[in-house]
């Protein structure tokens, strides 16, 4: 079903290269609002040529940025934090209309990738380097943090305005310059973040834009010799051939993998707090979010009262289309493959034995990729729906007997992105915290983290990490210094 508007859609969307707004000319892709299937924009498919353009012009501002003093670099971010922050209602409306996200969602990502850009520019008094001792008399040896160069960021759809920030502000701090390649899903929020961008004075072609598919451009972009380090989230998939492109050049890459997050509901847990928490976690998103719970472990004992409590929640949720109704808990899913996914792995599970709770099928809405908020019970390792990123509003449940059994389970997986716990006992949380084997692990809260942590996956989930210090300084390589003298 197509609500076509040519006019308005139509040559309104160009790449931003070298500080000019670029007409491609070339083949486009049709962007859809996933709530109401229409058309919303329709932006370049952009080639190999524009990618080498941006790469380029990216590469021949950046020993200029890099010499600029830090603080005078973190000055520019705070310019285009500031714009984000007077532009929230915009930014909110385009991301839920291309992705679907409900609008108080939005505008947190809004405000969000504006705190979060203001966080990065504050690093700017405190990168530090190191003084190492000599074996030689009359030696200093020094070890200084530079940029890597020119970064390539690939950004996937679910956070794609934040996503715009969490790979470009770390690197504009530390010296670095920028191609961010949108996702082919969500490209329109990058358009009218680069035109932000645009109205302040960032030296040109610090930041640049191009949109296209991940066969096209995200492909040129990864195996382009002109780019330092690939900044990568998205899917495993597209991670594996992001190495394989840049194993062509030996480009450095940082990918932020998909998750199998597992929540650990033991029985002497507040089981309103756990159930609250564990809710919040699946379904911020429409359950599309990389460190999502995806599979819950609870304690036999109190299995009933937990599925009771999960199951109100998720039977009391409310759904639509996001533009149209203000009064909503999630939108729908952000596209077909999406919902045609979330409703094949449910099938599945029932067809191995699954219990269906609550939910189970795709909602009775004539527009949009709805799917209801689905809980299972007598789930089993074996089954795909506790080993396979489901990413969407489903909840897979597993009952177990001990903690033990939890954290062996849960650890048994490919994903190690994130975990969390649910127990009153110090000594089981701490216990877990040791033995779950995840880049986080959240003790009686919801999954989600801060700009100040350090967001890493393990095994698929990843290589490398964004946020805090940490994060930082993977947009920079060390130059050790060694200085013979009087
Ligand atoms: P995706 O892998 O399909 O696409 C992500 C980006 O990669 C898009 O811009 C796409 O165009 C591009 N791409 C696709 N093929 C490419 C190729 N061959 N070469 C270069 N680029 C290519 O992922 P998605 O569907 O947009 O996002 C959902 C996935 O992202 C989920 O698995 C989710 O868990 C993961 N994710 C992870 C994190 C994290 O921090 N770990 C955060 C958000 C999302």
Known sequence: MRLFR???????????????????????????????????????????????????????????WERLPAIQRANYLRKISAKLRENVEMLAQIISREQGKVLPLARVEVNFTADYIDYMAEWARRLEGEVVTSDRAGE?????????????????????????ARKMAPALVTGNTIVVKSSEETPLNAFAFAKLVAETDLPAGVFNHIS?????????????????????????????????????????????LGGKAPAIVLADADLDLAAKA??????????????????VYVERKVADQFVDRLARRMR??????????????MGP??????????????????????????????????????????????????????????????????????????????????????SSIYTNDLNTAMRATRELRFGETYINREHFEAMQGFHAGRRKSGIGGADGKHGLYEYTETHIVYMQHG
């Open 6 to 64: 040519e006019q308005e859609v139509k040559g309104e969307y160009q790449n931003f290269i070298d500080g000019r707004f670029v007409a491609s000319g070339g083949p486009t892709v049709d962007v859809y609002n996933p709530a109401t299937f229409e058309l919303i924009g329709r932006v370049p498919d952009s080639g190999a040529d524009q990618v080498d353009e941006a790469v380029r012009a990216a590469r021949r501002v950046q020993p200029d």
């Open 140 to 164: 200093t040896i020094f070890l200084t943090r530079r940029p890597m160069g020119v970064v390539a960021g690939i950004i996937p759809w679910n956070f794609p305005l934040f996503l715009i």
């Open 212 to 256: 296209g598919t991940g066969a096209g451009a995200g492909a040129a972009l990864s195996s382009h010799p002109g780019v330092d380090l690939i900044s990568f989230t998205g899917s495993v998939e597209t991670g594996l051939r992001i190495m394989q492109a840049a194993a062509k050049n030996l480009t450095r890459v940082n990918l932020e």
């Open 278 to 295: 564990v809710y919040d976690s699946r379904m911020t998103n429409t359950g599309q979010l990389c460190n999502c719970a995806e599979r």
């Open 316 to 329: 009391d949720t409310r759904y639509g289309d996001p533009l149209s109704n203000a009064d909503l808990d």
């Open 333 to 418: 899913l952000v596209n077909k493959v999406g919902l045609d996914k979330v409703a094949g792995m449910v099938e599945r599970a029932r067809s191995e034995g699954a219990t269906v709770v609550v939910g189970g099928a795709a909602a009775d809405i004539p527009r949009g990729y709805h799917y209801q908020p689905t809980v299972l019970t007598n789930c089993r390792a074996d089954m795909e729906i506790m080993r396979k990123e489901i990413f969407g509003p489903v909840l897979p449940i597993q009952t177990v007997d001990s903690v033990e059994e939890a954290i062996t389970l849960s650890n048994d997986s490919e994903y190690g992105l994130t």
